[in-house]
C-alpha cells in the first residue's frame, strides 16, 4: 500500500537548520510532484514548497523562499525539505504530499 513517512524533525533554536526526509512506497514516485506542507498550531495547512518528477523545477512559498531547499532522491524514492535559518514562526507539523497520498508528519519547533 502507499506510505509517506516523514522524518527528521525535532527541536531546534531560532537561525538552526533541520533536515526532513519523506521515504515513499507503494507508487510510482518518479511520477509524482511532491509538496511539503506545514501547519502551525491553531492553523490551517498550508503549502509551502513543491519539486517536478524529474526534480527540475521548484517552487517555494513566499515566507520560506531563500531559506528551504526542496530536492528529491528517485532512485532511492526519497524527498528532502533542507530547512536554513529557521524562525520560530516555522513551528508546525510538516507533511510530505504525493496527490492524494499524505504522510503522518512530523514535528518541527523553532525556540530558544
Known amino acids: 500500500q502507499v506510505q509517506l513517512v516523514e522524518s527528521g524533525g525535532g527541536l531546534v533554536q531560532p537561525g538552526g537548520s533541520l533536515r526532513l526526509s519523506c521515504a515513499a512506497s507503494g507508487f510510482t514516485f518518479s511520477a509524482y510532484w511532491m509538496k511539503w506542507y506545514r501547519q502551525a498550531p491553531g492553523k490551517e495547512r498550508e503549502w509551502i514548497a513543491s519539486?517536478?518528477?524529474?526534480?527540475?523545477?521548484?517552487n517555494y512559498e513566499d515566507f520560506v523562499k531563500g531559506r528551504f531547499t526542496i530536492s528529491r532522491d528517485n532512485a532511492k524514492n526519497t524527498v528532502y525539505l533542507q530547512m536554513d535559518s529557521l524562525k520560530p514562526e516555522d513551528t508546525g507539523v510538516y507533511y510530505c504530499?504525493?496527490?492524494?497520498?499524505w504522510g503522518q508528519g512530523t514535528q518541527v519547533i523553532v525556540s530558544s
Open positions: 504530499n504525493a496527490g492524494a497520498y
Open positions: 519539486i517536478s518528477p524529474s526534480g527540475g523545477t521548484t
